[in-house]
């Protein structure tokens, strides 16, 4: 399940990617098959797990495709790149501003490694259904890892343009997630046993795997009413 839109921020042939705080490696998988092994895909996180999880289905990609790309999977840290200037022509931060300390520093390492015109686009979840899972279990916010902030989106837009960012699009997504999050609050965060969570679970599996054209616009019309995440494409100046 991606979260951004590849058609608004477009992989090309030869690009140099960078998926900062990466997880499980969806949108790296995507932008590796995008630009057919030609250009440069790092991922990065700090989980071990989800970086072992990574470089297991990008060998895995290689392996069905035949070529051997330039990917690098690495262990690293938003607030710190271990990159050099102006290293990357695209770089994609999803889900993982609202887990940072200090997001404006984040912003401003992925500005220092990313080239002059190029993308940026950065995802985060949105005021109204955080800020009710917030209200609603402790849990959700108070555990180590956990999300430590809550962006609206004219404050982030304003951090993005502050770093000399110009926002080209502002899409919102994945409001039966939101639905998800709320029933987990509502019947516990750590009630893995809860019976209405694991079976709306279900319904969100089965769509990721059929996707239904007519439940997928349903969720295009939720989305202007309680989306899960919004995000914003950039390109630096």
Known sequence: MLTVNFNLFKIRDGDRFLDVGCGDGRHSYEAYRLNNGSGVICALDLDDLCLRKTKYVLDYMDQQSGSNGNRNVLCGDALNLPFKDASFDKIL???????????????????RVLKPGG????????????????????????????????????GLVRMLRRHNLRVYA????????????????????????????????????????????????VERILNFFFPKSIVIYTRKI
């Open 93 to 111: 931060c999803a889900e993982l501003m609202e887990h940072v300390d200090d997001p404006d520093k984040g912003v401003e390492e992925m500005m």
């Open 119 to 154: 993308l940026l686009a950065v995802t985060v979840p949105t005021y109204v259904p955080e800020k009710t899972c917030w209200i609603l279990d402790s849990d959700y916010y108070n555990h180590p890892g956990g999300h430590v902030r809550i962006f609206t989106a004219q």
């Open 170 to 217: 502002i899409r919102y997504e994945h409001a039966f997630h939101s639905i998800y999050w709320l029933l987990r609050c509502i019947f516990g965060l750590k009630n893995e046993e809860a019976r209405v969570p694991a079976i709306y679970l279900r319904f969100l599996e089965m769509q990721i795997v059929t996707k239904s054209r007519f439940v997928s616009w």
